[in-house]
Structure formats: C-alpha cells, structure tokens
C-alpha cells in the first residue's frame, strides 16, 4: 500500500521509484540481501510482537549505572503508588 | 515501457541519514548527583511543612529522577529525535493512513495568543473569536462533504466512527428498533468492526468482487429489516473508489438501512465528490489525514461527524448555534451571552447521545485545519486532491512492470502492490519494507 500524498515533488517520487527498483533487482539477484536487511541501522529485526506484547517501559538501576539511590517503598500506598518511570 | 528511472536524471536530493552511532544512553545512566537544568528562586512566602499539610500523602523518599545539566538534555534528545523516521525528514508513503505535511502557517495560526491562550470555561461572550473559528470550520466542512450538519467533538477516527454508529442507533430506536447487524466489507479498516460491536451489533462481513468494490448481489442478499448500516470506506482502503455508490445507498434505503461512510480517504475526493451527494447518510473525517493537522506522535487527532438533518437531533451536547438578531442586547457589565448574532452552546437537546468528548474536542487541531481549508481555498484544495490522485497513479506507472498489481481498477489516492512475484523468490513484502529504510 503506497499512498504518496500531494506534498511529494516528482523529484522525490522518482527517488522512491528507483529505491523500490533498485529493491526488485536485488530480489532477482542477491535476495538474502533483501530478507536480512536493514543493514544501516544499529539494530536490524527487531522482536516486534514481543515488544508488543510484552515491553519493558521502566529502567531500574543497577550498581554500575545508579549514581543514585533507588527509592525505599511507600509504606502507606499499596505497590501502583511506588514512583513509576 | 519507459520507467522514471530511464528518463529522468537523478537529482542532488539527499537520502536520509540517521545519527552516526545511534549509541545513546538513558537519561538514568547519563546522571550525575547535582547536576541541574535550573536554579530556584530564593523563598519569597512563608514556609511550610508539607509533611503536616498533605499527611498520607506526604512521600517519604525522593521521586528517583535523572541529574542532567541543560545541554546535555539538549544533546540527548536532539540525537534522538534524528532516529526518528517523519514527514519531515522524507516521503512517508504509509497506504490506508494519509500522511501529509502539516504546512507550517497551521502552525503559526494556532499560536495567535487570543486562540492558544484560550481558556474553555470562558464564558461564551468572551469566547466568540474561538466560536467563530469552530463555526467557520464546521461551515467548510460541511460544504466539502456535501452533509447537512457536523459535530466536531470526536477526538480520532475511530471515535468518530463510534460517535457516528450512536447517531445510527439513536435513529433507528426512535423509529422503533435499533436493528441488530452492522454490514462491513473485507476491506475495510479493522476500526469499524470493532465500532459496531462496542455500538452493542453483530458484524457481518460483506465479500469484495474481483475489483475489491462491493459485490451487489451479496448487498442486496445479505441487507434486511434487522441491518441497521453499512460501514463504506470509499475509496477503499485498496485506493478504488466504489463507482456503484448511488446503487449501493439505494439498495440500503429500501430497506430502512443507513449508509455510514469511513471519510479516511477524504483526500481522493476534496472538492471533487461530495459523499452527500452520492446518498452517504452519516461519515467522519480526520483533520489529521486529510486536513493536515499533525498525524500520529504528533496528535491529538480530530474526527469530525457530518451527517443528514433526519440525524441532526440525537448529535453529542453541546451543539453550536447563533443567537438569532432579535434577541436581547449585549450586557454592558458582564458581556455575557443573549446578545443577537453571537454564538453560544446549546444543552437542551432531549434526543443527543450525549458528550462524547470533555468541551468541545480538540480546537487547536480545528485553528490548525481551518487555516489549511483557507490557505487552499476551494481551487487549491481541489488541485491538491488532483496531485495527491497523480502521484499514486505515477508510482504505480513507475512500477507496475516490476511489482504485482492484485486489482487493475484505476487508482485513486493509494496504489497496491502484492509481493507475489517477489515471493516466489522468498522475499516478503515486509523485506522490502525493511530494505527501503536502507
């Protein structure tokens, strides 16, 4: 599904088009290169329904990256009170 | 056949750079005990105990937050926002989800002081710039799409969608039976399913024909007394625009039922087609696909419900209405409302679904939108639906000898490619998406 919108200049949709070329010949003729990319990118595939399912949303300190203290639970409040990140 | 490629030069336009290490630590593990982005004031009011003042509530420990000077915050998020892949960086071609620019003026307009800094229990007198703004929009929109009316309370498509199928419900109880089915073709978006079952209807699924437009035949077999609408985008999330529109509204109306019309595609249509016009009863737009207002992360979204007069009654409280000329004048003390021609919310409606937004949904997308309507004017608006329409049929032009087309029917505002050819090859679609970030 390619919707380009009107804010695209011709300039930019022929660079589209010769990316999404370029692509179908490395299809035919490199295709691993293909079903492994992105290769620019720091990380590559990513779990994405493990991060969907299940994502890790708060930092906790540990000795080496913790200048400072965690913090002692709230006595008072029950454990959804504790300060989230 | 001469592609893009073969015939044009290739330009200086550069391609998309992210950060050069795209290595960034959490502001956690940036901090530093002391370090400070501020510096307070020295105590100028009397000191208190605010473990006295708010008991219980009174944490015993600090909040754990992150010590970082000001620069270096600066660094940190400006590295990564340049991680971040947005309209503003490149081309966003995201099928189904028109994602456009949201043209800077937008932006300017909507920080006027008297818009941004208004406040929603103003009383109605003293908000009549604001009002104005609301109106002229619904005015517009209303005028684009062909309806008799709008509420602009809904804050996303989906909500709008809901707010639509209570104003659906609403009719068809007053007639004596809310109905019991909403119809909704395979193509639609996955929202509207699950809107008619929240509305409390059964969905029935409605098979596309061989051009992914809606098959007749099973219409008018599957509508009866108990379907209560047809949810329709059109164009379809395919980019085809459902030609047998006059048809399909008819074969509904014979049978009491309402044609609801799923407005995300807006942008093949603006000032070319009013689905008024070809028999839509009730429809929701996004200001954030088709009028421009940021889209996504950038929200709030707007989802607008224009609909009939026969709908008018049952729309959410409060509803925007002009004092008519003969009514008292200004008060010179309070400058409060009753004075002829100003604009004010109407409550007493005994047959409205009800709020379905806290004031009056989310008004500086509507400053934002206006502006977009008035900086196109009609013509403007009508070229861009034009270039929009263009630029997909170029694509598709540009790649049809190369990438599978499931459907032939001419596009509109999207094109749709299969990945059949390059499957046989083992390659999926979501490789090619993956190897188009390189």
């Known amino acids: 599904m390619i919707e380009p919108t009107e804010s695209e200049s011709l300039e930019e949709l022929d660079l589209f088009i010769d990316a999404m070329r370029s692509i179908a010949k490395e299809v035919e003729e490199t295709p691993e290169l293909v079903r492994s990319a992105p290769h620019s990118t720091r990380v590559s595939r990513l ?22 203290p965690p913090p002692q639970p709230v006595p008072a409040g029950p454990p959804e009170d504790q300060p989230t990140i | 056949m001469a592609t893009a490629t073969e015939t044009t030069p290739r330009t200086t336009l550069g391609k998309v750079r992210p950060h050069q290490t795209q290595n960034e630590s959490l502001v956690f593990e940036k901090s530093s005990p002391g370090k400070r982005a501020y510096k307070m004031p020295p105590l ?27 620069i270096e915050i600066i660094r940190h998020f400006t590295r990564l926002s340049t991680w971040n892949y947005a309209i503003d960086l490149g081309m ?44 002229l929009l619904q005015k517009c929109l209303i005028e684009i799409t062909g ?77 009866d007394e108990e379907t209560a609408a047809l949810m329709l985008t059109n164009p379809s999330t395919i980019g085809v625009f459902e030609s047998q529109i006059h048809k399909i509204a008819d074969i509904l109306h014979a049978k009491g039922a309402l044609l609801y019309m799923d407005g995300a595609n807006m942008n093949a249509l603006v000032g070319k087609a009013r689905p008024g016009d070809f028999g839509v009863d009730v429809m929701h737009l996004n200001l954030h696909k088709t009028f421009s207002t940021p889209h996504g992360g950038g929200g709030p979204g707007s989802g607008p419900v224009a609909c009939k007069a026969f709908l008018e009654p049952f729309l959410p409280i409060p509803v925007l209405v002009r004092n008519a000329p003969s009514a008292p004048g200004l008060d010179s003390e309070t400058w409060e409302s009753n004075s002829p021609g100003q604009l004010t919310w109407d409550y007493n409606r005994p047959q409205s679904v009800g709020r379905v937004r806290a004031f009056y949904g989310n008004t500086g997308m509507f400053i934002r939108a206006l502006a977009y309507i008035l900086a196109n004017g009609p013509d403007g608006l009508r070229l861009t639906t034009e270039d929009a329409v263009l630029n997909a049929n170029y694509i598709r032009h540009g790649l049809e000898d190369l990438y599978e087309l499931p459907y032939k029917t001419a596009s509109m505002h999207e094109v749709v490619f299969s990945d059949k050819r390059q499957a046989a090859l083992g390659v999926k679609t979501g490789d090619i998406a993956k190897r188009l970030i390189d």
């Open chain 2, 44 to 70: 100028d009011v009397p000191a208190v105990d605010p473990a006295a003042l708010l008991g219980d509530a009174h944490r015993k420990t600090p909040g754990l937050l992150p010590e970082l000077s000001e």
């Open chain 2, 147 to 223: 309806m008799d009316t709008i509420t602009l309370q809904p804050a996303a498509g989906a909500h709008g969608e809901f707010t639509g199928i209570l104003l659906v419900r609403a009719w068809h109880e007053s007639q004596g039976n809310p109905r019991r089915k909403i119809l909704i073709p395979d193509s639609a978006h996955g929202t509207n399913p699950a809107t008619a079952a929240i509305c409390g209807y059964a969905v029935e699924n409605l098979k596309s024909n061989a051009e992914g437009g809606i098959d007749l035949e099973a219409l008018t077999r599957q509508v």
């Open chain 1, 47 to 68: 779990d994405e329904v493990q991060a969907a399912r299940k994502p890790i949303l708060r930092w906790k300190p540990t000795e080496s990256a913790a200048p400072i």
């Open chain 2, 92 to 135: 966003y071609p995201l099928g189904s989800c028109t994602m456009k620019y949201n043209p800077r003026v937008n932006e300017l307009v909507a920080r006027i002081e008297g818009l941004a800094e208004a406040h929603p229990y103003r009383p109605d007198s003293r908000a009549q710039g604001i009002l104005e703004v609301i109106a």
